[in-house]
């Protein structure tokens, strides 16, 4: 029996005095219009630390080192696929936040976290609530009997 990968995303919290860096998504089919923690997909070859230094250079030009990575937990969620999303606290970064990929981001800013904008893409608001980690969830699946 053949099993199909399941789709794995990597999503990167920075914070500073009490602002999150977040960005609206934009021109790509998936939660459009929302906001979102800055990341995206584990490329096949590559470790979530990896996926997550290189996303976030890619997206918003802030350099990451590994070793400045923290697991903060994972989301395992039925959405259009079965999907797992790690969800990582940067400790330290260089650079200024800029949007990277017009295509698929409308407005990069930092928000207070008692302030967030709206809509927030609903499993990243509910990693944001889940505190420092580590932890685990599942959303969207159907309660047993």
């Known amino acids: 029996m053949t099993h ?8 990167v919290l920075c914070e500073t005095a009490g602002r999150i ?15 979102s923690l800055p990341g995206g997909h584990v490329e ?3 470790s979530v630390h990896q996926a997550a230094v290189r996303e976030m250079r890619e997206e918003t030009g802030l350099r990451l080192r590994e070793a ?15 999907r ?10 260089t650079g200024d936040p800029v949007i990277c990929e017009p295509t698929k981001c409308g407005h990069l800013a930092w928000f207070d ?11 990243v608001l509910a990693a944001l609530g889940a505190g420092t980690g ?12």
Do not use: C, K
């Open 44 to 46: 096949p070859g590559e």
């Open 134 to 145: 580590p932890w685990v969830m599942e959303l969207g699946w159907a309660a047993e009997g």
């Open 68 to 82: 400045d990575l923290q697991f903060l937990g994972v989301v395992h969620r039925l959405s259009d696929t079965n």
């Open 21 to 35: 860096l977040l960005m609206r998504r934009s021109g790509t089919g998936f939660f459009d219009g929302q906001y």
């Open 4 to 11: 199909p990968g399941i789709p794995t995303g990597v999503h």
């Open 113 to 123: 976290r008692d302030a967030l904008p709206e809509p927030v893409v609903p499993y």
């Open 84 to 93: 797992i999303d790690f969800f990582m606290l940067a400790r330290d970064w």
